[in-house]
């Protein structure tokens, strides 16, 4: 039986696709023909990034809407928006995320990545399930390689990309997901080239905590950086097998893309 859920027509909603690895998603999405909103906070980018996809791939297939994911009615309005231009939502990759972790920013990196994050996956599994008017479909949340392996420098960003594995785990095991045929799966990628690794990489004191630089260039020089083309790959892989449902993706430089999942003790 083929197991492969075909791209072709169906609508993705992407959050961060005006630049880094949700446009490198965005764009993977519009080369195997599906339709893409890209939700993002920063509007010129995002304009520049829809006219650009537009040129590429049609006008008709791709659009830019303005949404702040701390925002529960901005982001509302983008499900709504996409659904009314593209006649339904198929495909949802919650990407957007910041790093930060000083006095003043780790609670934004908090309200963005984990509670932001949660905003979209409960909007996606609403607009997806059957009984809300959706037609079931796939749900990728971008978490990270810090989400799993503990790291001393960035406790506050990795415990908001544990929560998204945790809740993405969540959500795999409920009712709604099974009853609208849901599938859920979660990416966590090491390092990847794209504005927010290379302001890290840059020296940006305030994505880590003690602003020790030798070390951040020492583990990044150790792991290695992926592509986003390389990170899209693996996107592309989880949406079209039908038989990735519940799986953590790690993508690293020199281990490649390994699916797995965590033990559930019996209790
Ligand atoms: N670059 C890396 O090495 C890795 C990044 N990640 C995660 O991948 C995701 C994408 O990161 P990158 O592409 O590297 O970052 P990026 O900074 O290059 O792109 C993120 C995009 O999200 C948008 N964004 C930020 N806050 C937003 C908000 N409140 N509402 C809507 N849009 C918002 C930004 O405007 C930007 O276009 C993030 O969740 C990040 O934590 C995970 C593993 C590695
Ligand atoms: C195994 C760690 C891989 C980290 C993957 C990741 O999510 C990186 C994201 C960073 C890119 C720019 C940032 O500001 C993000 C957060 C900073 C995390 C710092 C991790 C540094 C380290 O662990 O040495």
């Not at 696709?17 to 446009?23: E, K, L, T």
């Not at 949404?67 to 529960?72: G, K, M």
């Not at 990270?144 to 420098?153: A, K, V």
């Not at 790959?233 to 281990?255: P, Q, S, Y």
């Amino acid at each position: 039986m083929d197991r492969r859920m075909h791209l072709v027509g169906k609508v993705a909603l992407v959050t961060g696709g005006a630049s880094g690895m949700g446009c490198g998603f965005a764009e993977a999405l519009l080369k195997a023909a599906a339709k893409v909103c890209i939700a993002d906070i920063n509007v010129e980018t995002g304009v520049a990034t829809e006219s650009d996809l537009r040129q590429q791939y049609g006008h008709e297939n791709v659009m830019f809407s303005k949404c702040n994911i701390t925002s529960a009615t901005e982001f509302e309005a983008v499900f709504k928006r996409t659904k009314e231009a593209f006649g339904g939502i198929d495909i949802v990759v919650n990407n957007a995320g910041i790093g930060g972790e000083t006095d003043e920013n780790w609670e934004q990196t908090v309200d963005v990545n984990m509670k932001g994050t949660l905003r979209g996956l409960r909007l996606a599994m609403y607009y997806l399930s059957v009984e809300h008017g959706g037609r079931g479909g796939c749900i990728v949340n971008v978490a990270s390689m810090t989400g799993l392996n503990p790291n001393p420098l960035s406790p506050v960003y990795g415990c908001t990309k544990a929560g998204i594995i945790h809740a993405t785990r969540c959500y795999v095991v409920s009712e709604a997901a099974k009853k609208s045929n849901i599938r859920l799966n979660v990416l966590c990628p090491a390092f990847v080239d794209t504005p927010m690794f290379r302001r890290l990489a840059a020296g940006d004191a305030t994505q880590t905590i003690g602003g020790d630089q030798t070390a951040v260039t020492a583990f990044i020089e150790r792991i290695g950086v992926l592509s986003t083309e390389e990170v899209s790959v693996a996107l592309i892989d989880i949406l079209t097998d039908e038989t990735r449902n519940g799986l953590i993706l790690r993508c690293a430089k020199k281990t490649g893309n390994v699916y797995s999942t965590l033990t559930v003790q019996d209790v």
